[in-house]
């Protein structure tokens, strides 16, 4: 998608794709295990106006699943897009838990 997007915005337009950034942490060791910073989740769905409005973030409920060579995971949106929670899954590596919240 190239180019880099705003500092300091939860949205931003990069080549007229609205993109949400997320701060992330996994968990791994069980639901009472700590949870350990991870790096940044940026999404962009260009499709589908309704899955990540042009002025927002996803709205509450709205679950996001992807697989591919570098990972799967399955995502649910809360807060009005502020957070979300959900499962990744990375090669070689057993499920962990995953969430973010809006930078």
């Known amino acids: 998608m190239g180019g880099p997007?705003?500092?300091g915005r939860s949205t931003a337009t990069r080549n007229g794709v609205t993109v949400a950034r997320y701060a992330t942490k996994i968990q791994w060791g069980g639901l009472d295990a700590e949870w350990h910073d991870d790096h940044?989740?940026?999404?962009?769905i260009a499709n589908r106006n309704q899955v990540v409005p042009a002025d927002?973030?996803?709205?509450?409920?709205?679950?996001?699943?992807?697989?591919?060579?570098?990972?799967?995971?399955?995502?649910?949106?809360?807060?009005?897009?502020?957070?979300?929670?959900?499962?990744?899954?990375?090669?070689?590596?057993?499920?962990?838990?995953?969430?973010?919240?809006?930078?």
């Open 5 to 7: 997007i705003g500092i």
């Open 40 to 44: 940044e989740l940026t999404i962009a």
């Open 56 to 103: 927002s973030r996803p709205a509450t409920g709205t679950t996001v699943t992807w697989s591919g060579p570098n990972g799967s995971a399955t995502i649910t949106f809360f807060d009005n897009g502020q957070s979300f929670s959900g499962t990744a899954q990375f090669p070689n590596e057993g499920p962990v838990g995953y969430r973010g919240t809006a930078k």
